[in-house]
């Protein structure tokens, strides 16, 4: 079959960009090529704002992932296998995570759309597989943007008890709060999500600088701890019930995969912000490159000294993992802390938490009501969804997302809390499934790529590294973990609850994938067929704006007689971080 369009390709020689021009056409003779496909994003009063600059994309990229996630459950992690168990486990997810993000990069550099996971996946794979991500990614946020806030009002009992004031109150100042930065614009929330995230950034530096310290005795006690409890009580914690040792070993290390899993969940949802970033290729280019530095540092660093410093069988551990509320006492960094007669951060670390849970309740109001936006743009969600008011955001379903977000004020009720327990449970089920959705979209991605003729080396801005068998290998360790997620449950008493919300995120994402599919009788898209042209205009347009002024910057620096100015430094060194 012949290619369905014609294409001219110039490269350009800045900074390794290369520009990818499609054959001349409109916005609006876009909407009607492939069949006539209508792109709600591209009619006005549908469309979004491309407001979010290059250090805000990179810094929204590993802010979305920093949370209680990795300040508090690596402290049941740690607790039940084991400081090396935690190091590998954590390690190879971070692997995975990588590759999940070259592969969304890889798609987003060449055609940033604005419909986000959905979008790609009905564009180059199949429209049942972009409702079934769509829907599995909202169901998400959906259910974490109110546990967020249920984690922060029982945050703030740690200096106001419920007795005093109650929760339902800061509930409804934070969800007030995030719905008012979320309103007024794209700009703004980037804007605020930005310093947020750098303060995020700026505690968990300060974090591993302590333990280090810590763990070469530079803290009051002037204890050397090392690698001691490596040794003793041991590298490997057996999991508890299970006999013998070795097996209890081995249990207790796979137990700790679904821990990290968790820890590791949202790092996926710059991809949302990618059809509203300015320089778009440019941004998603750094930010992905950016992102194997700080899961190396922020996450393997972290629980690599945190084992150093506080044994698997400590009873300060097993008192924090027994923990109902999610405040700076139900965490291992706390632990350490004491441990080592530091006094008056306990109470830092909390309000370090607080700001933790404010930011990921921001962030996942917006991701929800973008995943909203993006199935009504991409025809699956009624149309008026994607209306946006004059600021370009989708006002309709900034609204639903909100609602849904009322459900938190079951927190006034103390048996309500037990319900959340359980849909915090659900989150990592939908969470890898909308990585194995990118990847298996990724991999038709690179057969429409080879079928209408692009060159990924010489045509791309950016490329995934190690492809196709990268993928290939992550997608298998994904369906694994998926599948071995609660297998704890059938061990010792069985618990019917954990194992339902554990798994039933599987049964809903196949419903709507084939349901979508029976119902609307989709097709498989033909790699020649793919559409690798609409929204690309816009790229390019940006792509050529970005080469210009840098080569006006580079003109200007050579005239100052300048080869590295102070951008070029922060660039180079904590833009790495910031």
Known sequence: MSKIFDKSRARGGLDEIVTVHSAEYTPEESISKLGGENHLALHEGHQLRRDLKPRVISMISIGGALGTGLLIAVT??????GPASVLISYSIVGAMVYFVMCALGEMA????????????AKRYCDPALGFAVGIAYLCKYLIVAPNQLVAGALVMQYWVSADRVNPGVWVAIIL?????INYFGVKFFGEFEFWLSSLKVITMIGLIILLFVIML?????????GFRYWSNPGAFAPYEGVQPTGLAKFVAFFSVMVTAV??????????VTFGEAKNARYSIKKAIKLTLIRIIFFYVCSVLLLGCCVAYNDPSLIAAKKAKVSTAAASAFVVAINNA????????????????????TNSDVYTATRNVYALSASGMFPSFFSKTNKR???????????????????????????????????????????WISILVTYLYFLRAVKAQGYDRKKDFVYTAPFQPWGTYITLGACCFVALIKNFTVFIGDFDYKTFITGYIGIPVFLFALFGYKIFYKTKTVNPYEADLITYKAQADEDQEEYENKLAEKVARRKELGKGKDMEWWYDHTLGWFF
């Open 262 to 271: 968790f820890a590791y969940l949202g790092t996926e949802l710059v991809g």
């Open 392 to 434: 370009g955001v989708p006002i309709y379903a900034l609204i639903f997302a909100g609602m849904f977000c009322l459900l938190a004020f079951m927190v006034c009720s103390s048996s309500s809390q037990k319900i959340f327990n359980y849909f915090v449970n659900v989150v990592s089920i939908f969470g890898l499934l909308t």
């Open 109 to 120: 550099s060449f055609i940033p759309l604005p419909e986000g996971f959905a979008g790609y």
């Open 217 to 225: 005795g530079g803290g009051p006690t002037h204890d050397r701890i």
């Open 176 to 180: 007030a709060v995030v719905l008012f």
């Open 76 to 81: 049941t992690a740690l607790a039940n296998a």
């Open 341 to 360: 007669k530091i006094k008056g951060l306990p109470q830092l670390l909390n309000a370090c938490i607080l700001l933790f849970i404010f930011s990921a």
